[in-house]
């Protein structure tokens, strides 16, 4: 690794005085003294101009990194990027080889809670729309499922001034819309709407209220820094992570959005006291006085990067091992990459029992391509489920019933996952059902609080 390339190391820099050459076998800088002007020490300053003078090409399988030209055919072995042998379709698998893979989810979902809290709620703020008689069916599922999730947000405590909402995979923005309703004429509230694609018929762009802000950002959520955006790097508000049908994999992302690249990197900031922040030239007098404006800007006294999160659950079929949050549970229960692709294509036998006919569900198929055509809300089904997969994975030695148990638990499992990888990172997060399977199939609402704050039970 070249000298001058980034490092993983914590700060990302060598210590002061210290040899800047990464030791990428310790995983850390040289501790070695250098001389005064000298950037490496004696044992490494060769070896840093060898390879500084070595040439660095764009990998040919993913151009968004280089690698060292000589060590070119080692890389391709092993990058992130190359093409990985699938398993085979479920369609595929033996009686047999089913059964050992049923029998492996079984033994890891020992001890779990199959049977979630409910917690089906409502919000005043959405009174006058539930209630209003233009309403088709579809448009009363989801905004049954609206005032729910607002709902939950406030039992948490975390509806309130001085804070920032993400709202990920915001759609048409419906969510935020409810969610700054309800908030009235709270003080300073913004809210940020991330969404990858173009959408038509945004609410977001007829709000006026001089106390709110929306801003939108198309982007994926895996390239989402939120610490670069400016304000919240600035008002160092209180981000509430929210959202409707997050589909598999991007619920991992944003998760990974919000605690990995968003809260960690708040928490290095704030690492070092403030004396240290300031110039060396500060008095004693006046570092008091900076930090007693710091205390006068309204920030709260116990603030935290992430003040909670609370996500609807949706698609596991759609869940990507690379960026599963859950791996490391995995791993502790002996599964890894193939058993999850697997139990990622079972968890849609969940609905199996509620698939329509061929016909029935080709019409909602085209139904469906002209509302993502037309921005509508996403994953309007009708109570049913058609997946992507159903015609290969419905083995013909287990019943409807039994397949039904078995994907619920390939989702569990999936999302125990995600409880664990919050509980690791200082969270206290729960499941629950949010509201009427007979409103939406994927009715499972994952809630998050910060260890400090007072905490909704934790799923086991």
């Known amino acids: 690794m070249a000298?001058?390339?980034?490092?993983?190391?914590?700060?990302?820099?060598?210590?002061?005085?210290?040899?800047?050459?990464?030791?990428?076998?310790?995983?850390?800088?040289?501790?070695?003294?250098?001389?005064?002007g000298k950037r490496f020490c004696g044992e490494h300053a060769g070896a840093a101009e060898e390879e500084n003078a070595r040439k660095r090409i764009l990998c040919p399988l993913d151009p968004k990194h280089t690698v060292y030209e000589d060590q070119l055919a080692k890389h391709l072995k092993k990058c992130n990027s190359r093409e990985k042998p699938k398993?085979?379709?479920?369609?595929?698998?033996?009686?047999?080889?089913?059964?050992?893979?049923?029998?492996?989810?079984r033994k890891a979902s020992e001890g779990l809670n199959s049977t979630l809290k409910d917690?089906?709620?409502?919000?005043?703020?959405?009174?006058?729309?539930?209630?209003?008689?233009k309403n088709g069916d579809s448009a009363t599922k989801h905004l049954k499922q609206q005032a729910s999730i607002l709902g939950n947000i406030e039992k948490l405590k975390l509806l309130g001034p001085r804070r920032c909402f993400v709202e990920f995979g915001a759609g048409k923005g419906k969510l935020s819309h409810w969610v700054d309703i309800a908030l009235k004429d709270a003080?300073?509230?913004?809210?940020?709407?991330?969404?990858?694609?173009?959408?038509?018929?945004?609410?977001?762009?007829?709000?006026?209220?001089?106390?709110?802000?929306?801003?939108?950002?198309?982007?994926?959520?895996?390239h989402l820094c939120l610490n670069k955006i400016p304000l919240l790097s600035k008002e160092k508000l209180p981000v509430v992570g929210i959202g409707k049908?997050?589909?598999?994999?991007?619920?991992?992302?944003?998760l990974r959005c919000l605690v990995e690249t968003y809260a960690a990197s708040c928490e290095e900031r704030n690492e070092e006291?403030?004396?240290?922040?300031?110039?060396?030239?500060?008095?004693?007098?006046?570092?008091?006085?900076?930090?007693?404006?710091?205390?006068?800007?309204?920030?709260?006294?116990?603030?935290?990067?992430?003040?909670?999160?609370?996500?609807?659950?949706?698609?596991?079929?759609?869940?990507?091992?690379?960026?599963?949050?859950?791996?490391?549970?995995?791993?502790?229960?002996?599964?890894?990459?193939?058993?999850?692709?697997?139990?990622q294509r079972m968890s849609s036998w969940a609905t199996c029992g509620m698939q329509k006919t061929s016909l029935e569900a080709s019409n909602i198929s085209t139904k469906r391509k002209d509302k993502q055509n037309d921005g509508s809300e996403e994953h309007d089904d009708g109570g049913y489920r058609i997946t992507d997969d159903s015609a290969e994975s419905l083995p013909g030695f287990l019943t409807v019933?039994?397949?039904?148990k078995i994907g619920h638990l390939c989702k569990l499992l999936i999302d125990q996952g995600r409880i664990n990888y919050l509980q690791q990172k200082g969270f206290n997060p729960a499941l629950q059902y949010y509201t009427d399977p007979l409103v939406s199939l994927e009715n499972v609402l994952l809630t998050a609080l910060p260890n400090h704050s007072s905490s909704p039970e934790t799923t086991a």
């Open 3 to 36: 000298a001058s390339a980034p490092t993983p190391h914590g700060t990302g820099f060598p210590a002061e005085g210290r040899c800047g050459y990464y030791v990428e076998k310790k995983k850390r800088f040289c501790r070695m003294v250098v001389a005064a």
């Open 87 to 105: 398993p085979v379709p479920i369609s595929f698998l033996s009686e047999e080889q089913m059964e050992n893979l049923i029998k492996k989810l």
């Open 119 to 133: 917690q089906i709620m409502s919000h005043p703020a959405l009174h006058d729309a539930l209630n209003d008689p």
């Open 187 to 222: 003080e300073k509230v913004h809210f940020i709407l991330v969404e990858k694609v173009t959408t038509r018929f945004k609410v977001d762009g007829k709000h006026r209220k001089k106390n709110s802000v929306f801003e939108r950002l198309q982007i994926d959520i895996q």
């Open 245 to 254: 049908h997050l589909c598999g994999v991007a619920t991992d992302l944003a």
């Open 273 to 343: 006291p403030l004396a240290k922040r300031v110039k060396n030239d500060k008095t004693e007098k006046e570092i008091n006085t900076l930090a007693k404006e710091g205390n006068e800007k309204n920030i709260p006294e116990k603030w935290t990067p992430v003040a909670g999160i609370v996500i609807a659950l949706c698609c596991h079929h759609r869940c990507d091992w690379r960026h599963y949050v859950g791996k490391e549970y995995f791993r502790a229960l002996g599964l890894g990459a193939v058993e999850f692709h697997y139990f």
């Open 401 to 404: 019933e039994e397949k039904k």
